[in-house]
């Protein structure tokens, strides 16, 4: 039998380039680790430089900086258990980038071993083969009599027992397990997608069944960007059966005692419950709170027009900066329905966010006079319909800047995905929070957050989505039904089927070919989005890359 060894997991949110503060914050909770008796104490991947730095990587004074903090950081940790903290490396490769993404091993104020990572993800919001190099070995370090395998994020993702369709030739689960490692010690920057704590769950499980060696997993927390990181820290024993389990969206230090992989009989923990709603609204709340404070703003700003998508936005900016802290602004023209002013300043009362109301009608009637040399058509049509969205988002613009607010978009995945939308209008703002969710599960979310009692009107849900921006107009006047849209939309954005495959299962030939061209000739607006919090295996951001100009899917251009 092993000698017993307690490991604390430091779920913890760092801040991208926050090296002092990141500093502090590991120092504290290496702190609260050894006043609970740890030996060992995990961090999670490049959690001194905050994850991921991007192009940051390419200043060397940014690299520089965090090795200088991390050699002062390993001083001052003096005593007290072993830490595993990750940062960005200059390597010694004489070819390459001369950078490793890498984890120092710190023992008794010094750093005794670094462990490089050896698989480097290059897909959807991952891009680390453009700035790192790989390890060339995989490392084991003993402490306590036993052998513990050294392991970054991907690192662990590639068992060939569990995945049907590997993406690396090579499995550092089962290097480090011939190196005699007794347990397998993981430091991770794995963001959150629907679906994805349970599928983590599942897969180190699965490693730890196959190595039959317990595996400790430490996940980072917190928003960056467009990317929501959600934690679900844990520790598996030899069988993948659950030691223990952090909460997920929040920082925690868990503590738990690292399996012997022969023993059986460890106290074992009931898997958290798994409910896509609320990890969903977790996410953007996380999202949005982390956003604002790490760039620097205290207060949030929305237009809020009555329907469903603003509605929503408002419920979660509340959620995430305080009702105090956010602004919702009614825009009425001649168009607005009084039941869309009523329903706004419902929500706004019921949340208890500041509220305004400024009609736009004589702006609007300014530019149309303005430009009717121009325009010539008498106000009429998408050009008219577009000056009233851009005017709200001048006028929202104002404000934000005029009080030093962050504008929040309040537009959906679905009208993102075909161009439902107006450049310099309802697309104005500094991040857009519900820019991937589809209307279907805008929708959904709302229903969820009234089940114990109204938070968003009812017949805000009830009514047809309308841009109300002529009379009687219906979104699905120029789109087909969300219920129709949406798992198309999925179908082609996420799972990248081609017409034959959507013809086959259903979906009328001239309708699959229509939405595939609205996707793809939307490309230029996307461009120029504001950052989209991402919670699906695919959004609309970094991990989204195509063209604006080509004829892929489009009419041939008219011959010459």
């Not at 000698?3 to 913890?12: D, I, N």
């Not at 990141?22 to 008796?37: C, L, M, T, V």
Request: aromatic fraction near 6%; charged fraction near 25%; charge should be neutral.
């Amino acid at each position: 039998m092993l000698p017993a060894m307690r490991v604390a997991l430091a779920q913890v949110n760092p801040t991208i380039g926050a090296f002092a503060a990141n500093a502090a914050k590991i120092r504290e909770y290496h702190g609260r680790a050894a006043e609970q008796g740890a030996a060992v104490v995990l961090f999670p991947e490049m959690v001194l430089c905050g994850y991921p730095p991007g192009d940051l990587v390419e200043w060397g004074d940014f690299v520089s900086e965090g090795e200088a903090t991390l050699h002062e950081l390993a001083a001052r940790m003096q005593g007290g258990p072993a830490a595993l903290v990750g940062f960005v490396e200059s390597s010694p490769h004489a070819t390459g980038f001369g950078r490793s993404n890498s984890v120092a091993w710190i023992v008794d104020g010094r750093v005794q071993v670094v462990a490089r990572k050896s698989l480097l993800p290059n897909y959807d919001v991952f891009d680390e083969r453009r700035w790192f190099d790989p390890a060339d070995s995989r490392t084991v370090v003993e402490l306590r009599g036993r052998r513990l395998g050294l392991s970054i994020c991907e690192d662990l993702w590639n068992d060939e027992r569990f995945w049907p369709r590997r993406l690396y030739p090579l499995d550092p689960n089962s290097e480090l397990r011939g190196k005699g490692a007794s347990a397998i010690l993981n430091a991770s920057a794995s963001p959150f997608e629907l679906g994805k704590p349970a599928l983590r769950r599942e897969m180190i499980a699965a490693v730890a069944r196959h190595q039959r060696i317990p595996v400790a997993y430490c996940n980072l927390v917190g928003g960056n960007d467009s990317l929501v990181f959600d934690g679900h820290s844990m520790v598996v024993d030899g069988e993948g059966r659950l030691v223990a389990h952090a909460r997920g969206f929040e920082e925690e230090l868990l503590l738990a005692e690292l399996p012997d992989p022969g023993a059986s009989g460890a106290p074992l923990v009931p898997a958290p419950p798994s409910d896509d709603h609320e990890h969903v609204l977790a996410a953007l709340v996380l999202g949005v709170r982390d956003f604002a404070a790490k760039t620097g703003f205290r207060k949030a700003l929305l237009g809020l027009s009555g329907g469903i998508d603003s509605a929503l936005t408002a419920v979660i900016a509340a959620r995430a900066l305080g009702p105090e802290n956010v602004l919702a602004v009614a825009l009425p023209s001649r168009f607005t329905a009084p039941i869309s002013d009523d329903d706004a300043a419902a929500l706004a009362r019921h949340l208890g966010i500041g509220f305004l109301r400024l009609p736009v009608e004589p702006i609007i009637d300014a530019f149309r006079t303005a430009l009717e040399p121009v325009l010539k058509n008498g106000g009429k049509g998408l050009a008219d319909e577009n000056l009233q969205a851009r005017v709200r988002g001048t006028v929202l613009m104002a404000i934000a800047n005029q009080h030093g607010h962050l504008l929040l978009t309040t537009g959906n995945k679905s009208e993102l995905g075909v161009g439902y939308c107006t450049l310099y209008g309802d697309m104005n703002g500094g991040l857009a929070v519900i820019g991937d969710l589809h209307k279907t599960l805008v929708f959904g979310l709302a229903r969820h957050l009234n089940r114990a009692g109204e938070v968003i009107p009812w017949r805000t849900l009830d009514r047809p989505p309308t841009a109300e921006l002529r009379d009687g107009q219906k979104d699905e006047d120029s789109l087909p039904p969300y219920a129709t849209l949406d798992p198309l939309l999925h179908d082609l954005v996420v799972e990248r089927s081609e017409i034959r495959q959507l013809v086959v299962q259903g979906t009328p030939e001239p309708l699959a070919r229509d939405v595939r061209r609205m996707l793809l000739r939307s490309e230029f607006k996307r461009r120029q989005a504001a950052p989209v919090l991402k919670v699906s295996p695919k959004a609309f951001g970094p991990g989204w890359r195509h063209p604006i100009a080509h004829r892929f899917g489009q009419a041939p251009p008219p011959a010459r």
